[in-house]
């Protein structure tokens, strides 16, 4: 069997700690994510720091927003890098999911995060 | 309307600038100052990725920039000029028009640069940038974000 995907989350801040810490809470440790803040960095440094993450290993690249310096910076390494996917808007929902099938293509398991976040978008509440 | 903002940020077009000072000043056009990023049109779609399909985006080099200036200033709409870098703005400085006002929004921390604020770190050489912009008569200050304070020059160096 090949080697399981990991996923770098890039986000603003503090978002992709939080969301990875709050991926292990609800899925144990052995989620296979790593975190990355933009915080202080140009364009430059933000991509050796996605680069680190990766290590050469097959991954998708969770970022917050499509066209952010988290998003632009992730699709930059991703075009030159076969082995990578970006995945733009990442929510809890999408990476629980991810943590959980880590072991499918690297394609179908890019389809399915973005299939996973979207449907756990929606508006909840009001009376019929 | 016109330019309303000069502004250096070495992430170019992002968050901040799009939504941060975008948004608060109502603006209808970007333009993107920079000759790497002029001559790659798959760069150029991501930058666009970022941006509102009301706001037009617009890729110049140094010189075109230089050239278009003062067409811009004439446009009804609000506009945003973003160079990545102190040099690139010093260059486009003798085409802006009085009064000039340049605000550095993030040069961010990489090796011979020091710490000025938490989103400014400059080179010996980008000071000197920094002040022969003052020395035109360009008031320089930072500010990532319309709702922080204006740091003016002075008290960055």
């Known amino acids: 069997m090949s080697e399981p995907l990991i996923g770098v989350v890039v986000a603003h801040t503090e978002v992709a700690e939080a969301l990875v810490a709050a991926v292990r809470t609800i899925a144990g440790d052995d989620v296979g994510l790593v975190a990355v803040s933009n915080r202080g960095c140009d364009r430059a440094a933000l991509l050796r720091r996605i680069d680190e993450a990766v290590a050469g290993r097959p991954a998708l690249l969770f970022t917050d927003m499509a066209g952010g310096s988290c998003g632009h910076t992730a699709a930059v390494l991703a075009r030159e890098r076969p082995e990578l996917r970006v995945v733009t808007g990442v929510n809890l929902g999408m990476l629980v999911d991810f943590a959980f099938h880590r072991d499918e293509p690297l394609e179908a398991a890019a389809e399915r995060a973005v299939q996973t976040g979207r449907a756990a978008v929606g508006v909840v509440g009001g009376r019929p | ?157």
């Open chain 2, 1 to 157: 309307m016109s330019v309303v903002l000069f502004r250096i940020d070495d992430r170019l077009i992002h968050g901040q600038v799009v939504v941060g000072w975008g948004q608060r000043l109502g603006i209808g056009f970007i333009v993107l100052v920079d000759d790497e990023v002029r001559t790659n049109d798959w760069e150029q779609e991501l930058y666009r990725m970022g941006v509102p399909p009301s706001v037009e985006v617009i890729f110049a080099s140094v010189a075109e920039a230089s050239a278009r200036l003062a067409e811009w200033e004439r446009d009804e709409r609000k506009g945003i000029v973003l160079t990545g870098d102190v040099r690139t703005m010093v260059a486009l400085c003798p085409a802006m028009p009085a009064p000039r006002r340049v605000n550095v929004g993030g040069i961010h921390a990489r090796d011979g640069r020091t710490e000025r604020l938490r989103y400014v770190y400059l080179s010996p050489e980008e000071e000197t940038g920094l002040r022969s912009l003052a020395e035109l008569g360009t008031e320089v200050t930072a500010q990532d974000v319309p709702t922080a304070r204006p740091v003016p020059l002075a008290e960055l160096l």
